[in-house]
Nanobody, 123 residues
Framework: QLQLVESGGGLVQPGGSLRLSCTLS???????IGWFRQVPGKEREGVSC????????FYGDSVKGRFTISRDNTKYVVNLQMDMLKPEDTAVYYC?????????????????WGQGTQVTVSS
């Protein structure tokens, strides 16, 4: 059973940066790993996803140019570098994995989830 553990959340001022990390218990080369976020009363939003099969990357429109997803050489850790943070980025951020190699960055395709980490952007 694949397990995912997020770390790196916290409180940051607008314009600041945070780096989230997702540590995987196993490596499945063709899995898609994604970062999602959710605020109360809203649907879970796909922030960024990376495909293991071909390395292709997706970013949600609201984070393009500000967030960067990366995978380390061991493939056990997937990072999300978040720069120029805005108050509207405040949410619980989840790391997730999909066993479907061609999954898009939509939560319905992801069957493995971490417990989430809170990110708060506020002055």
């Amino acid at each position: 059973q694949l397990q995912l553990v997020e770390s790196g959340g916290g409180l940051v001022q607008p314009g600041g940066s945070l780096r989230l990390s997702c540590t995987l218990s196993n490596v499945f080369v063709d899995y898609v790993i994604g970062w999602f976020r959710q605020v109360p009363g809203k649907e879970r939003e796909g922030v960024s996803c990376i495909r293991g099969s071909d390395g292709s990357i997706f970013y949600g429109d609201s984070v393009k140019g500000r967030f960067t997803i990366s995978r380390d050489n061991t493939k056990y850790v997937v990072n999300l570098q978040m720069d120029m943070l805005k108050p509207e980025d405040t949410a619980v951020y989840y790391c997730a994995a999909s066993s479907w190699a061609r999954a898009t960055c939509a939560s319905a395709f992801f069957g493995h989830w971490g417990q989430g980490t809170q990110v708060t952007v506020s002055s």
